[in-house]
């Protein structure tokens, strides 16, 4: 129960998943895609295995450095509001926080339609969300325990939140916990516009030809500091119809400024101030819209994915 112990520690420091992170999250896979080392559960991990399903743009062949660097979904134009509210609900119960995971799912869908079929994507294939409220799944991308993540397998998606992560905040901080749900989600969701437009899978191959760990691990943090900076850019462009204001801004902020590699820790996701950096350039690409050419974590100096 080491994480359900740190968790009770959360309100004297920073983000509890950091320290559960390290010794009891693992995953096994046959595929070469999935050994990385896993971190917070706030950036979970994500997996691709097999390919995505084929939009325009996919049939196009392209070096894996084109698809990351040069890909259409940099291009694409303002993502639009979804027009849908956070629910008023409480997360202190399961079904809570299913019925509350559900209803961001459908605006996140619904605000990267249009980006995702600009990019030429397979824009209408949704992910499945499954809220779950065991410390370990076993996904077709291996078993995973102690974190939320991605799976892209063989055409299809799955994104797999713990909702007792979620649970054990509310009791600490409702507000913080509704961020915190808000956040992870719309990060993994970012996993999965990287999985429809290629991005996800050229980038675990441009891994795999690596031959040092810490180039792996550059690219580690490019992948999953983009998927927080496109989360940032779906979260901002509903900013004025879902609750991104007053306290929930405050609790959203310190969610995503103290997400990261930890101390000590693997650096597979980025130093937390290069997190909330990039969070930050989804979230106010423009004044008045976003767009996901700001998360272009794959051009950027390495000291800005660091
Ligand atoms: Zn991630």
Not at 71 to 80: D, F, S, W
Not at 259 to 269: A, E, K, M, V, Y
Request: glycine share 8%; with cysteine.
């Amino acid at each position: 129960m080491a994480t359900v112990g740190a968790l009770a520690g959360l309100a004297a420091v920073a983000l509890p998943n950091a320290q559960a992170a390290q010794t009891t999250s693992t995953a096994t896979t046959a595929s070469t895609a999935a050994t990385a080392s896993q971190s917070a559960p706030v950036d979970g991990t994500a997996y691709a295995i097999g390919n995505p399903p084929a939009g325009d743009a996919l049939t196009t062949k392209s070096s894996l450095t084109n698809v990351v660097q040069y890909n259409r979904l940099y291009k694409t134009g303002a993502i639009p509001t979804s027009n849908c509210k956070e629910l008023n609900v409480s997360l202190r119960t399961f079904s809570g926080v299913v019925a509350y995971e559900n209803n961001l799912f459908k605006c996140l869908y619904g605000s990267w339609a249009l980006p995702l079929k600009q990019a030429g994507a397979a824009y209408k294939v949704a992910p499945k969300l499954v809220v779950h409220n065991s410390r370990t799944v076993n996904s077709n991308c291996g078993v995973v325990t102690d974190t939320a993540f991605f799976c892209g397998y063989n055409g299809k998606a799955w994104i797999y939140i713990p909702a007792y992560q979620i649970m054990n905040y509310w009791k600490q901080s409702p507000t913080m916990a509704r961020a915190y749900a808000t956040f992870t989600l719309s990060h993994e969701y970012g996993h999965h516009v990287q999985w429809l437009t290629g991005i996800l899978n050229a980038s675990w191959q441009r891994s795999a030809a690596f031959s040092t760990n810490a180039a792996r691990l550059e690219e580690s943090r490019r992948r999953e500091l983009q998927a927080s900076c496109l989360g940032g850019a779906v979260d901002g462009a509903n900013k004025r119809n879902y609750p991104f204001s007053g306290g929930f801004m405050s609790q959203y902020n310190w969610v995503i400024s103290h997400s990261g590699d930890q101390p000590g820790g693997p650096r597979d996701h980025g130093a937390i101030k290069n997190h909330a950096f990039w969070v930050t350039a989804g979230f106010n690409a423009r004044h008045s819209f976003t767009v996901a050419g700001n998360c272009n974590t794959f051009r950027a100096a390495s000291s800005a994915v660091a």
